[in-house]
């Protein structure tokens, strides 16, 4: 137990002071934080294999793929924004620091495994026509100067998050660490970013990708469940949830809501698929979906508090960003299988669960190599860009 704490601390600087005189609800503290990051992991993996169940059925409505992809999609990806926004501590710092660091510890990662997924592409594809085609010089650098994943789609939420970030310095002179002014902000952001995604149409003559150029369009949802991460912290509600009966209380309330809820958010969605889509900008109904990420997020907050502490847990949410880059790479993974299985199989809820959750846990497994290889030879472009490697030297200095 105390190696796997020192290793935690050690490993998470920016969550924790590596303080010796750290109090238990603090050390706490770190592992339900590591918990609630691999168990929103976890959710992104399962939710591209149920997507892959659901796209091959047809995305009809009512099937047990499409409810569980339904179900998840509903608050996944606010629970990281809300996580972020938790771990958030104000820097004096001046914009070009500011701006390096995120650069090097969003962006460059982002770029990073793009790159990898072309490369895997490339040798897939034997180099085919099809290939140039689609990877152009004048499309790639297109799809970076308007901030798109051009190789590895699931990288989108580190660009998203890093126009999040860049939103949230801007707007600290204001805001302060004024708890109202932030639910504000929360409101305000919320609001503008979904009209803005219902006219997305409208915008489309607008240069590169008009409001969704690095994803600011989305960023200000993602904004908005950033400063309900912070004011989570600052406010004491989370601590108050590390208290057992608080806790399981929240459990069982979440559970509920998030189950009622989610199913009735019927749009307007945009697109074909009639869920929530944050990546393609679509939310349905702004405060269905809102309430729904709302008690999706706690949902998990609370499992994740009452998680005892496991080393394996540990590890997935000290390396959350380094799956996402991995995540493309094992997404295409379920459509030779399910192709031998039947689509019939999947019918059954139970069977889409213990397919997806199988190739999840595989997929971890099958990461765990990769991301030791990557942590010891290139740390600098998953996000470690102060850490000396063998290959590279640190890009930034402290």
Not at 28 to 36: T, V
Not at 80 to 94: A, C, D, N, P
Request: aromatic share 16%; net charge positive.
């Amino acid at each position: 137990m105390v190696r796997t704490i020192a290793f935690s601390m050690r490993a998470m600087p920016s969550f924790f002071n590596a303080d010796p005189g750290l109090s238990r609800t603090k050390l706490e503290r770190l592992f339900w934080l590591d918990a609630a990051k691999a168990y929103g992991m976890f959710l992104v993996y399962y939710g591209h294999f149920v997507e892959r169940i659901s796209d091959l059925q047809g995305f009809v409505v009512g099937t047990a793929a499409f409810s569980q992809y339904k179900f998840i999609y509903a608050f996944h990806m606010p629970l990281f924004f809300m996580l972020s926004g938790f771990v958030y501590r104000h820097k004096e710092q001046k914009f070009s620091s500011f701006l390096s660091h995120r650069l090097l510890t969003r962006i460059l990662p982002a770029i990073f495994f793009n790159l990898v997924a072309i490369g895997v592409q490339f040798v897939l594809a034997g180099g085919g026509a099809s290939f140039y085609e689609r990877y152009q010089d004048t499309n790639v650098l297109l799809d970076i100067l308007s901030g798109y994943p051009f190789g590895n789609f699931v990288t989108w939420f580190l660009v998203c998050l890093f126009t999040v970030e860049l939103l949230n310095y801007i707007s600290y002179p204001i805001l302060k660490n004024n708890l109202w002014k932030r639910a504000g902000l929360s409101v305000l952001a919320s609001v503008a970013g979904y009209y803005l995604g219902l006219s997305q149409a409208a915008m489309s003559e607008l240069p590169l990708q008009g409001f969704n150029t690095w994803y600011v369009n989305e960023a200000l949802i993602g904004l908005s469940f950033y400063q309900m991460g912070f004011i989570l912290k600052q406010s004491g509600f989370v601590d108050l949830l590390q208290r057992s009966f608080y806790r399981y209380i929240g459990l069982g309330i979440s559970l509920m809501a998030t189950l009622m809820l989610f199913d009735l958010n019927q749009g307007p969605f945009i697109g074909d698929r009639q869920l929530v889509l944050m990546a393609a900008v679509s939310h349905g109904n702004l405060f269905l979906f809102e309430i729904t990420a709302i008690a999706g997020a706690l949902l998990v907050l609370c499992v994740a508090l009452s998680t005892p502490s496991k080393q394996p847990l540990t590890f997935i949410g000290q390396n959350t960003l380094t799956l996402l880059g991995l995540n493309f790479f094992f997404a295409g993974f379920a459509k030779p299988i399910i192709d031998k299985l039947g689509l019939s199989v999947f019918d059954s809820g139970w069977a889409v669960f213990l397919f997806c959750t199988a190739l999840t846990l595989l997929s971890f497994a099958a990461s765990i190599p990769v991301i030791q290889l990557l942590d010891r030879f290139l740390p600098q472009l998953i996000g470690k860009p102060r850490v000396k490697g063998p290959l590279l030297p640190p890009l930034l200095r402290s």
